[in-house]
Each structure stands twice: as structure tokens, then as C-alpha cells.
């Protein structure tokens, strides 16, 4: 049986809910699981305001229209994160400032604060990487001091907190990620939140090709986008919120049985002081090349992946500038994402590490 890295895991509500939804005949980008899926969303997380999209990146491209980030304007960005944190700058044809991580994997507070001082961008992307917390409160302090926006790509961290807040809800915008391995899925799929209502009925209004209110026709002073959710996958979200505590304690829990499998052949990803991470993958740093162990692994039928390879590395940032000492670079080099499916067993995850040590 093959082992995959982090595959959708359903409640069993979801067929139901589809039902539903088809009896309505809202097989569409409006619905009521839409309005349900923000609801619980913003209940959940204590977000204000809530926008089902088709995706995260839609999201984080949704923030920098409405902030009016445009060509010209510069955009710091974690240098240790996923593509989508960082394409949506491009669509924007801003200019992307890579901020690197420290031992903590997050993005460099320091490093932070030198870009801040010297390139004066006008908007902060963090990525709080593989569910845990970035070092949030010190980032959003230091984007109020030099007066940068603040937008938090929470893609990978619903559920997780700083101090008993909720990732993304820290900044002006924050999105969450519903995409096939994330910690709960709508196959795709994904959700802006915000503080500032004004703002929030901005993105709203670009999410729905920015229709002018107040006409029979459609009246565009301007263009928008279609990046809505479907109101079927929006009931396949309301279904997946229903376990969303549950998945969070099974993901954590495999990362205990890592931990305890792997204590003399690998060091962990750190949780930060006073947050609590969702641990959606186990991700571990090793002595032996981590390519081998993904390779053998692979043989095995088993999943794993290499940890994001940092954007300063990437041919396509290559003359973005780029702030740090090194420490992605050096993580990259080490890491590898461990399978983390919350339907594993602990017999299966004690195979894996057996498997691994074999060629640590
Ligand atoms: C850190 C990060 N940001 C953004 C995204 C983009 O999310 P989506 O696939 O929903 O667009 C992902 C994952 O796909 C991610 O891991």
C-alpha cells in the first residue's frame, strides 16, 4: 500500500452536505454552504470577516489588489515558504524583498527589520510554515512601526495560534488553504479573512470580476477576477471544519511518534514559545542527505518531500534581493517532510522511522 505525504481525509458529513446542496441547485459560486463555510470559518478563528475563494493563492493575490500594491511597490516576503506566497507579488508586477528564516524555520524578525529600514516596502507576506506559528506578534509590531501592511499566508496553519490567537488573524489580511494535502480539504480551495470591513467587500467586489453595484447590466470601471468557491466544495469545507480539533490532535500526534521513533537519528521542527501548531507535516532535519532518505523512501512506496526549496535559490528570484544569513539554505540542505496523514497508524509511522534508520 502506497504511503502518501498528506492526503484528504474525510468526516463522512461531506456526501450529505453535497446532497444538499445539489437538492438546492446552487452548483454554483453562490449558495448557502458558502455563507455557512465563512460562518464557521469566522467562528472558529475569531476572524471578522470571511471570503470563500477558489484557492489560497487567490487570496494572497486578493490582498495586494485591494491594498493597491502595484508595479513600482516593494513586497517583503518569508524566503523559506511555498511559490503562491510570493507569485501573487509578480501578478502584481511589485517587486518581491526575501526575508530568510532563523533557527525557529520562520521568517527572521531581524532580518525583517533591516529590509523594513531599507527597502520601505509597503506590505509584509509571512507564511507561518508547516503549521506552526511564525513569530507573529514581533512581525506585526514591526510592520506597525514602519508603517507596512501586514498580510499573514496562514495557507498551511488553520487552527494554529500565538498566545491563544488564530494564525491570519494578525494582520490587515490572512488566508487558509483548503488544497488536497492541506490539514482539511475541499479538493481546492481556499479563505481570505480581515479585520477592516471596507476592505474585506473590496476583495469581494474584485473576487466577482468587480461588477459595479447599482446597474441591470454588468458595469466595470475596473477588472476583477473569478475567485469564488463552489458552493459544492464550500459544503465539502463545512463537513471538514466539523474535525478540523480532531485532526489537529492526530497530526500532533504523529509528530509525537516521530519524535519518539526518530529521538537519536533527527531534530524537529521548534514550536515557539506560547503557540500551538497544528503540525499538518512532521518535518525533521537529518545528519545523512536527505535526498537518500526520500529516495529510499520512495522505493518503499512511501512519500515524503524535500523542505520548500527557499525562493533566493530559485532561478526565478535570482536578482530579487534577499535578507538573511542563510539559515533556509541550510535547512533545505538538511530537511525532509515526513508522511503525515491523520489516517496512519502508529504501527505504520514505526515502520517508516525503521526504514529510515536503516539508511540514516
Ligand atoms: C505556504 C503556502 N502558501 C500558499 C499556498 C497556496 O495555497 P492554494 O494551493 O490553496 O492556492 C500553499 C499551498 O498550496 C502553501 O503551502
Known amino acids: 500500500m502506497k504511503i502518501y505525504l498528506s492526503p484528504p481525509h474525510m468526516s463522512g458529513k461531506e456526501l450529505a452536505y453535497i446532497e444538499e446542496a445539489f437538492a438546492s441547485n446552487y452548483i454554483a459560486p453562490v449558495g448557502e454552504f458558502i455563507d455557512r463555510f465563512e460562518e464557521v470559518v469566522k467562528k472558529y478563528t475569531k476572524a471578522p470577516h470571511a471570503l470563500a475563494l477558489c484557492n489560497a493563492s487567490a487570496g494572497i493575490h486578493l490582498a495586494l489588489r485591494t491594498l493597491g500594491i502595484k508595479e513600482g511597490d516593494k513586497v517583503a516576503v518569508s524566503d523559506f515558504t511555498f511559490i503562491a506566497s510570493l507569485s501573487p507579488i509578480l501578478y502584481q508586477k511589485a517587486t518581491p524583498i526575501l526575508i530568510d528564516c532563523d533557527t525557529s524555520w520562520q521568517m527572521d524578525p531581524e532580518a525583517l527589520e533591516i529590509a523594513l529600514k531599507r527597502e520601505h ?192 535559490l530559485q532561478p526565478l528570484c535570482k536578482d530579487y534581493k534577499f535578507y538573511g544569513k542563510g539559515m533556509s539554505k541550510q535547512l533545505f540542505q538538511q530537511g525532509l517532510c515526513l508522511p503525515s496523514g491523520t489516517q496512519l497508524t502508529k504501527e505504520q509511522v514505526e515502520d517508516i522511522c525503521e526504514k529510515i534508520i536503516t539508511v540514516c
Open 121 to 312: 516596502p509597503k506590505a509584509v507576506i509571512v507564511t507561518h510554515l508547516y503549521g506552526q506559528s511564525a513569530n507573529i506578534e514581533e512581525i506585526a509590531n514591526l510592520c506597525q512601526k514602519y508603517g507596512a501592511y501586514l498580510i499573514e499566508d496562514a495557507a498551511e496553519s488553520l487552527g494554529a495560534t500565538y498566545k491563544g490567537k488564530h494564525t491570519g488573524t494578525f494582520g490587515i489580511f490572512g488566508v487558509y488553504s483548503f488544497n488536497g494535502n492541506k490539514i482539511l480539504t475541499t479538493s481546492g480551495g481556499g479563505m481570505l479573512i480581515g479585520k477592516d470591513e471596507k476592505l474585506m467587500q473590496k476583495a469581494r467586489f474584485f473576487s466577482t470580476q468587480a461588477k459595479e453595484p447599482g446597474y441591470p447590466w454588468y458595469e466595470h470601471k475596473t477588472y476583477g477576477y473569478n475567485y469564488r468557491l463552489s458552493n459544492i466544495l464550500a459544503a465539502i469545507g463545512v463537513a471538514q471544519m466539523e474535525v478540523l480539533d480532531e485532526r489537529i490532535a492526530k497530526k500532533r500526534e504523529i509528530f509525537a511518534w516521530y519524535q519518539e521513533y526518530l529521538q537519536d537519528s533527527a531534530t524537529f521542527m521548534p514550536e515557539l514559545p506560547e503557540s500551538f501548531g497544528n503540525r499538518w507535516l512532521t518535518t525533521a532535519l537529518f545528519e545523512t542527505d536527505p535526498l537518500r532518505i526520500y529516495e529510499y523512501l520512495l522505493s518503499k512506496g512511501i512519500e515524503s518531500r524535500p523542505l520548500w526549496k527557499p525562493m533566493h
